[in-house]
């Protein structure tokens, strides 16, 4: 019942830029946060950016003044603007929410299906 729908992403030389947009919907009662996490190849899932409804964005520090992102809470959308890539950066990025759905239990964590970032030296 909820959706969250990635676009974005692709092939690009060290120090271009990319952009990530994600989009919640469904039976969406609150979000709390949106935010975007990655995985590369033999590594766990870490937080690459987040913004919650109380707050502003919290970024790792591997990516602080280089990603941007930024939230619309009417459309349910978050973006994430990759500037200055580095080879390092190369992973699947997920978007995730930390939402309730109408009539839900509590609020729980929604992923979308990955979009692949691969950067080249």
């Known amino acids: 019942q909820v959706q969250l729908v990635e676009s974005g992403g692709g092939l690009v030389q060290a120090g271009g830029s990319l952009r990530l947009s994600c989009a919640a919907s469904g039976s969406i009662f609150s979000i709390r946060s949106m935010g975007w996490y990655r995985q590369a190849p033999g590594k766990q899932r870490e937080l690459v950016a987040s913004i919650s409804s109380s707050g502003g964005p919290n970024y790792s520090d591997s990516v602080k003044g280089r990603f941007t992102s930024t939230r619309d809470y009417v459309k349910n959308t978050v973006s994430l603007q990759m500037n200055t890539l580095k080879p390092e950066d190369t992973a699947v990025y997920y978007c995730?929410?930390?939402?309730?759905?109408?009539?839900?239990?509590?609020?729980?964590?929604?992923w979308g299906q990955g979009t692949q970032v691969t950067v080249s030296s």
């Open positions: 995730n929410a930390v939402l309730v759905q109408y009539g839900g239990s509590g609020y729980a964590d929604y």
